[in-house]
Antibody, heavy 124, light 106 residues
Framework: EVQLVESGGGLVRPGRSLRLSCAVS????????MHWVRQAPGKGLEWVSGISWNGVSVDYADSVKGRFTISRDNAKNSLYLQMNSLRTEDTAFYYC?????????????????WGLGTLVTVSS | DIQMTQSPSSLSASVGDRVTIFCRAS??????LNWYQQKPGKAPKVLIY???SLESGVPSRFSGSGSGTDFTLTISSLQPEDFATYYC????????FGQGTKVEIK
C-alpha cells in the first residue's frame, strides 16, 4: 500500500523558517518524481515545487522561488521542503505528492498519490 | 509561468444532468492536461490524464477532450457522488492548477 506521511507543520512567525518532511512507503521511491502542493483553507490547489527522480531537476512556483528549497533522500525514502522567509500568504495545508513519471513536467506525468497534508500557519 | 483558467467557477446541476467544465491555458500545452476531483476534507483524485485518457477505476461517465489551449471535462450523467470540486492541471512545464470548479446540487 502506497503511503505518504507529511510532518513538520505548525505555527510560525512571519519571516521565520520551517522544514517539512514526507516519509513514503509502498513503492520504489527513487523511480518517481515528487511534488509539494498546497491548499489554503477553503481555497484551491497550488503547485509549490517538484523534484525529479534523482534530485537533479527541481522547479518552483514563482510565489516561493528563492525562499523554498525542495530536496529528497532516496536512501531514506524521504522528501523535504525547506521554507524560509515565511509569509502570512504561505498559510496552507501542504501535501506531499507522487508523480507517475520521473520528471517534474514535460513528459505527460500526473499525480497519482497524495499524503494527508500538514498544516502550516504563518501568523504573528 | 502558464496560467490555467477554468469556467465556470461553480455550477448547480441535478442528478442525471450532463455537465461540462472548461479549462484554458495561457499558452499551448499540447495534451499535457490532467483533471482531478476533490471532495471536502479529502486529497484530490485524478480522473483524466493526457487530456483524454481515463484513469483506471474511474467511471466511464467522465471524459476529457482538447489539445493546445482549450480543454473540457464532461460528466455524461451526473451522479450523487460526483458533487465535488474539479481542477485542471497542466504538466507541460512548471505544473499549475486551474482555480477549480465547484459542482453543487441544484
Amino acid at each position: 500500500e502506497v503511503q505518504l506521511v507529511e510532518s513538520g507543520g505548525g505555527l510560525v512567525r512571519p519571516g521565520r523558517s520551517l522544514r517539512l518532511s514526507c516519509a513514503v512507503s509502498g513503492f520504489t521511491f527513487d523511480d518517481y518524481a515528487m511534488h509539494w502542493v498546497r491548499q489554503a483553507p477553503g481555497k484551491g490547489l497550488e503547485w509549490v515545487s517538484g523534484i525529479s527522480w534523482n534530485g537533479v531537476s527541481v522547479d518552483y512556483a514563482d510565489s516561493v522561488k528563492g525562499r523554498f528549497t525542495i530536496s529528497r533522500d532516496n536512501a531514506k525514502n524521504s522528501l523535504y521542503l525547506q521554507m524560509n522567509s515565511l509569509r502570512t500568504e504561505d498559510t496552507a495545508f501542504y501535501y506531499c505528492a507522487k508523480d507517475i513519471g520521473v520528471a517534474v513536467a514535460g513528459t505527460g506525468g500526473y499525480i497519482d498519490y497524495w499524503g494527508l497534508g500538514t498544516l502550516v500557519t504563518v501568523s504573528s | 509561468d502558464i496560467q490555467m483558467t477554468q469556467s465556470p467557477s461553480s455550477l448547480s446541476a441535478s442528478v442525471g444532468d450532463r455537465v461540462t467544465i472548461f479549462c484554458r491555458a495561457s499558452q499551448g500545452i499540447s495534451s499535457f492536461l490532467n483533471w482531478y476531483q476533490q471532495k471536502p476534507g479529502k486529497a484530490p483524485k485524478v480522473l483524466i490524464y493526457d487530456a483524454s485518457s481515463l484513469e483506471s477505476g474511474v467511471p466511464s461517465r467522465f471524459s476529457g477532450s482538447g489539445s493546445g489551449t482549450d480543454f473540457t471535462l464532461t460528466i455524461s450523467s451526473l451522479q450523487p457522488e460526483d458533487f465535488a470540486t474539479y481542477y485542471c492541471q497542466q504538466s507541460y512545464n512548471s505544473p499549475s492548477f486551474g482555480q477549480g470548479t465547484k459542482v453543487e446540487i441544484k
